[in-house]
């Protein structure tokens, strides 16, 4: 006995059936066809460093997988072509601004809106991590990407992902991932997400054995063609068809993607087998003949179905979406209804606001568990048009049915359909605030308004005209008077009344109204009215249907006038003087640099203002205390916690900020009392601040002032204190062996004595002529005169001359020389003074070893370097000859370094010393000049 099918069952199957057939390839209707020539050939963009699909070779020009694809297509369909790289963001420009007619991009729903896309896809596209091959991997799938910093392509697909999960700060972008997989190489640190065979080919290309290369779950798609000419399309799909038949891509993906796999043989005995398989295969060819004609003419059927389910779609604005209950994922179908792309709900749930996503999930769970047993749930929320790409928040009814269930007949797959009412929702808005403002209007109580049908009968009246005409509302709609009683007109057609104004006497005692509306109207006496009729058209026919009275009372409107005239002279009046108290207080604070301020323990904002009515500055308390110098912050810290706490005191302060008035820091005095405002019903602190930046800066000159005064006097108090210690002891040294020589002693002692006091003399004439010339140098008398001079006999003579003064026994003088003329543009009597002193010191400090002095001409500056192997200057002493402050440092050096460095500083160069105790000194000297004659000795 044959059992007859379920119902139930029946309809399940035809309805998954209908479904899956949504998922088949459709072909676009909106084409852009062009005719391809030599002159102006087809342009085919791709990405210029993309390994190994396509990239700029060694010689600078294309190369690559995709390359060699695309070259074979184009040879076979005879298509003249040209091959442009560029970054892939500009690739998409191109070609979405016809400026390119072919790209490869990847087959998500982002680059749908820049053409269509073409059925077979080139490759695939995985995504892989490279990481140092020590170092742990912690990035296997996307939502790793939210705890990990990794480094991506700048606007490529990982990294604008990153950014629409907001994970963009994880992100570290680059502009060239090569680079960025030889620096993690390199310095071992670091992890990159790139295409897995870039990655592979870039390892292979540059021998990094220490990177390791790891898959990482990034659902991206397939490579496909993407162009506006869908003819073109058809065509490469045709042709890629073909040539994939034939194997011709399987050579090019073994050179680009595995060229370690050698070519595989097929053994002979695999042949036999192939007959053999292929003899017992033949009768089933008519079998499988005859069943895939049939699914053709059913997928026909299906194509059609899908066709006109897809028009229904798109005509009705309606996306629609899966979500499978096992896997716990959605499948989001194109505009098309044929492709679609899974999403995580995880990943699926950015798409609403998590309230709206949540209350999404529990009726789907609630469809799953069968608490609802309705065919169809309804859902309305607001979300973004991510399809679109648009950033205004719509609003979408979204409907929820089972689509599919299990044996048990638990469901398995919910259908979800998602439409965008915001027009609709608008449009009710608008009619609503539409209605709104006419009942605002209509029920106004400062004009009566009267509507009359279009044979003139009254249908309906507001309360404002029903007390000029002092009559009840319910009774006169009831009695229903036409516009020819009421207002004693001869029109009999509404349509002649449409704007016209009028002024009616109405006579109420005398007039026909009181005979027949006596009863319902108690005016009474004569009344003046002022009319305005306008007719309303039906926007069908456009025949008049309504006639909108207007009705006001002239009387008192001219009373209403007159009182609002009064009102508003006296409020010029105010305004005047007003307008005058603000003019003088502005000008008030203009002249004097003054502000007026405001506190608000409320908001704990400083409001300044620069006039009365325009707010310069508004502060809060964490913007005052960034702008207060930290020498004010305490008093200002305290200040402001005293008028939080709402004290009742006035005061005045001076701060300091961080800003500059000129050259000087900006002073600022406030005087401020705490008042209540009346107004707002709050307490603040009202007052003045204005600027006493230069009273400040006076009063520091005069600080500064006297405080170098105080210096100056100190100095030459130092100064007349060293020298005299310096005098008195060569003076002492000629002295003492004078009053020797007129003593008892021998040849020999006289010979010495008389060797010391002479030594002791050139000693006290150096120091004089130190001490005048600092003299010179300290009254400004000393002018720097530059001539052409012949530098190296100079340097010869006065370094001679300086040795020559002190002449220490026992220490060797080496004069380094490496030019054989040189002319430079230098003072030369002030170069020969600095020559002098610094060697003569030099020698004068020297017991024993060498004194070493050279010079050399180096980027436009002579450089003069004395080094001798004295018992080197202590800290302290270095210390006071950079800071110079006058005067001498103690009796073995003496003032000539002091007067040297400032000498060099008056010609624009600098003095350096470089010593230690015990270690020797060396003296370094640098003066710009600029040379007219150089020759150089071949050998020093």
């Not at 050179?255 to 042949?271: H, S």
């Given at each position: 006995m044959q059992r007859k099918p379920n119902k139930r069952f029946i309809y399940t199957l035809v309805a998954i059936v209908l479904f899956s057939t949504m998922a088949a390839n459709a072909s676009s209707s909106n084409?852009?066809?062009?005719?391809?020539?030599?002159?102006?050939?087809?342009?085919?963009?791709?990405?210029?460093?993309?390994?190994?699909?396509?990239?700029?070779?060694?010689?600078?020009?294309?190369?690559?997988?995709?390359?060699?694809?695309?070259?074979?297509?184009?040879?076979?369909?005879?298509?003249?072509?040209?091959?442009?790289?560029?970054?892939?963001?500009?690739?998409?420009?191109?070609?979405?601004?016809?400026?390119?007619?072919?790209?490869?991009?990847?087959?998500?729903?982002?680059?749908?809106?820049?053409?269509?896309?073409?059925?077979?896809?080139?490759?695939?596209?995985?995504?892989?991590?490279?990481?140092?091959?020590?170092?742990?991997?912690?990035?296997?799938?996307?939502?790793?990407?939210?705890?990990?910093?990794?480094?991506?392509?700048?606007?490529?697909?990982?990294?604008?992902?990153?950014?629409?999960?907001?994970?963009?700060?994880?992100?570290?972008?680059?502009?060239?991932?090569?680079?960025?997989?030889?620096?993690?190489?390199?310095?071992?640190?670091?992890?990159?997400?790139?295409?897995?065979?870039?990655?592979?080919?870039?390892?292979?290309?540059?021998?990094?054995?220490?990177?390791?290369?790891?898959?990482?779950?990034?659902?991206?798609?397939?490579?496909?063609?993407?162009?506006?000419?869908?003819?073109?399309?058809?065509?490469?799909?045709?042709?890629?068809?073909?040539?994939?038949?034939?194997?011709?891509?399987?050579?090019?993906?073994?050179?680009?993607?595995?060229?370690?796999?050698?070519?595989?043989?097929?053994?002979?005995?695999?042949?036999?087998?192939?007959?053999?398989?292929?003899?017992?295969?033949?009768?089933?060819?008519?079998?499988?003949?005859?069943?895939?004609?049939?699914?053709?003419?059913?997928?026909?059927?299906?194509?059609?179905?899908?066709?006109?389910?897809?028009?229904?779609?798109?005509?009705?604005?309606?996306?629609?979406?899966?979500?499978?209950?096992?896997?716990?994922?959605?499948?989001?179908?194109?505009?098309?209804?044929?492709?679609?792309?899974?999403?995580?709900?995880?990943?699926?749930?950015?798409?609403?606001?998590?309230?709206?996503?949540?209350?999404?999930?529990?009726?789907?769970?609630?469809?799953?568990?069968?608490?609802?047993?309705?065919?169809?749930?309804?859902?309305?929320?607001?979300?973004?048009?991510?399809?679109?790409?648009?950033?205004?928040?719509?609003?979408?009814?979204?409907?929820?049915?089972?689509?599919?269930?299990?044996?048990?007949?638990?469901?398995?797959?919910?259908?979800?359909?998602?439409?965008?009412?915001?027009?609709?929702?608008?449009?009710?808005?608008?009619?609503?605030?539409?209605?709104?403002?006419?009942?605002?209007?209509?029920?106004?109580?400062?004009?009566?308004?009267?509507?009359?049908?279009?044979?003139?009968?009254?249908?309906?009246?507001?309360?404002?005209?029903?007390?000029?005409?002092?009559?009840?509302?319910?009774?006169?709609?009831?009695?229903?008077?036409?516009?020819?009683?009421?207002?004693?007109?001869?029109?009999?057609?509404?349509?002649?009344?449409?704007?016209?104004?009028?002024?009616?006497?109405?006579?109420?005692?005398?007039?026909?109204?009181?005979?027949?509306?006596?009863?319902?109207?108690?005016?009474?006496?004569?009344?003046?009215?002022?009319?305005?009729?306008?007719?309303?058209?039906?926007?069908?026919?456009?025949?008049?249907?309504n006639l909108l009275v207007v009705v006001e009372d002239i009387r008192q409107h001219i009373e209403i006038k007159k009182q609002w005239k009064d009102k508003l002279a006296r409020k010029r009046d105010l305004q005047h003087q007003l307008d005058n108290y603000i003019d003088h207080t502005n000008y008030l604070l203009k002249v004097s640099g003054m502000r007026i301020v405001r506190y608000s323990p409320e908001t704990h904002t400083l409001c300044v203002k620069d006039n009365l009515s325009h707010v310069q500055y508004e502060l809060t308390q964490t913007r005052c205390m960034t702008l207060v110098h930290e020498r004010s912050q305490k008093r200002v810290m305290h200040l402001l916690s005293k008028m939080d706490n709402r004290s009742q005191e006035p005061f005045c302060m001076e701060v300091m900020t961080v800003i500059r008035s000129g050259e000087n820091p900006l002073w600022l005095r406030f005087c401020m009392t705490p008042v209540h405002d009346d107004i707002e019903e709050k307490d603040a602190y009202f007052g003045i601040c204005y600027d006493i930046s230069e009273l400040k800066a006076n009063q520091l000159r005069l600080d500064e002032a006297y405080s170098t005064a105080r210096e100056i006097e100190h100095a030459k108090n130092s100064f007349l204190k060293n020298m005299c210690y310096e005098i008195r002891t060569p003076l002492t040294a000629v002295v003492g062996f004078a009053e020797m020589l007129s003593t008892d002693i021998t040849p020999e002692d006289e010979h010495v004595f008389t060797k010391e006091i002479l030594d002791n003399s050139d000693h006290l004439l150096r120091l004089i002529d130190e001490i005048l010339f600092y003299s010179r140098i300290d009254s400004d008398m000393v002018k720097i005169t530059p001539t052409p001079t012949e530098f190296t006999e100079l340097f010869k003579t006065n370094c001679q001359r300086g040795w020559d003064m002190a002449h220490p026994n026992g220490v060797n003088f080496i004069m380094e020389i490496p030019y054989d003329q040189l002319v430079l543009n230098i003072d030369g009597y002030n170069i020969a003074h600095l020559l002098t002193s610094l060697i003569s010191n030099a020698a004068f400090n020297t017991k024993h070893g060498f004194v070493r002095v050279r010079f050399d001409y180096i980027g436009r500056r002579l450089i003069i370097s004395v080094e001798d192997t004295s018992d080197g200057i202590s800290d302290r002493e270095l210390q006071l000859i950079k800071q110079h402050t006058g005067g001498s440092i103690d009796e073995r050096i003496g003032i000539s370094l002091p007067v040297c460095k400032q000498l060099a500083e008056m010609m624009n160069g600098t003095l350096e010393i470089s010593s230690e105790s015990g270690q020797g000194t060396i003296v370094w000297v640098s003066i710009p000049c600029q040379a007219s004659l150089i020759k150089r000795k071949k050998f020093i």
């Open positions: 084409n852009h066809t062009r005719t391809y020539t030599n002159e102006h050939p087809l342009i085919y963009e791709d990405c210029w460093d993309m390994y190994p699909y396509s990239f700029l070779n060694e010689q600078g020009k294309p190369d690559g997988y995709n390359i060699e694809v695309i070259k074979m297509i184009f040879e076979k369909l005879k298509i003249p072509y040209t091959i442009v790289l560029k970054p892939a963001t500009q690739n998409q420009a191109d070609l979405n601004h016809d400026n390119a007619d072919l790209i490869v991009v990847r087959s998500t729903g982002f680059f749908s809106r820049f053409g269509h896309y073409s059925r077979n896809s080139i490759s695939l596209i995985t995504m892989s991590l490279a990481t140092p091959i020590d170092k742990p991997v912690n990035i296997h799938t996307f939502s790793d990407l939210s705890k990990q910093r990794v480094t991506v392509l700048d606007s490529g697909m990982v990294h604008r992902l990153m950014i629409d999960y907001e994970w963009g700060a994880n992100a570290i972008p680059v502009k060239d991932i090569n680079e960025a997989i030889l620096r993690v190489s390199d310095t071992e640190q670091g992890q990159v997400i790139w295409y897995k065979p870039s990655l592979e080919y870039l390892k292979r290309t540059y021998d990094l054995d220490n990177i390791q290369i790891t898959d990482v779950d990034i659902p991206l798609g397939e490579a496909r063609f993407v162009s506006h000419n869908q003819q073109l399309l058809n065509q490469i799909d045709s042709v890629y068809t073909l040539l994939n038949s034939e194997d011709r891509f399987e050579p090019l993906q073994n050179k680009w993607f595995y060229p370690d796999r050698g070519e595989w043989q097929m053994p002979a005995w695999a042949w036999w087998l192939m007959g053999i398989a292929t003899l017992l295969t033949i009768p089933l060819l008519y079998s499988l003949y005859y069943f895939r004609r049939k699914d053709r003419q059913l997928a026909k059927s299906y194509d059609l179905q899908n066709q006109r389910m897809s028009l229904i779609l798109e005509a009705s604005g309606v996306r629609m979406w899966t979500y499978n209950v096992h896997t716990e994922s959605f499948n989001w179908y194109d505009r098309d209804s044929m492709n679609y792309i899974t999403y995580p709900a995880e990943e699926f749930s950015h798409r609403y606001y998590p309230g709206d996503f949540n209350r999404l999930m529990r009726v789907i769970e609630q469809l799953i568990d069968g608490s609802i047993t309705d065919e169809q749930v309804s859902l309305d929320i607001k979300a973004m048009d991510a399809e679109t790409g648009d950033n205004q928040e719509h609003d979408f009814q979204i409907q929820l049915s089972v689509l599919q269930r299990n044996k048990k007949g638990n469901p398995i797959v919910i259908l979800g359909t998602k439409k965008d009412i915001t027009d609709e929702l608008r449009m009710e808005q608008d009619a609503e605030e539409r209605l709104i403002r006419y009942k605002t209007i209509f029920d106004s109580s400062t004009i009566g308004i009267i509507v009359f049908n279009a044979e003139g009968q009254l249908t309906n009246i507001n309360e404002k005209a029903c007390s000029l005409f002092q009559c009840d509302k319910k009774d006169i709609i009831r009695q229903s008077p036409s516009f020819r009683t009421l207002f004693e007109l001869e029109e009999d057609h509404i349509e002649a009344l449409d704007g016209v104004s009028m002024c009616r006497k109405v006579d109420f005692d005398n007039h026909l109204t009181s005979k027949e509306l006596g009863h319902i109207i108690n005016q009474s006496g004569t009344q003046i009215f002022e009319i305005h009729m306008m007719v309303a058209c039906d926007e069908a026919n456009e025949h008049a249907n």
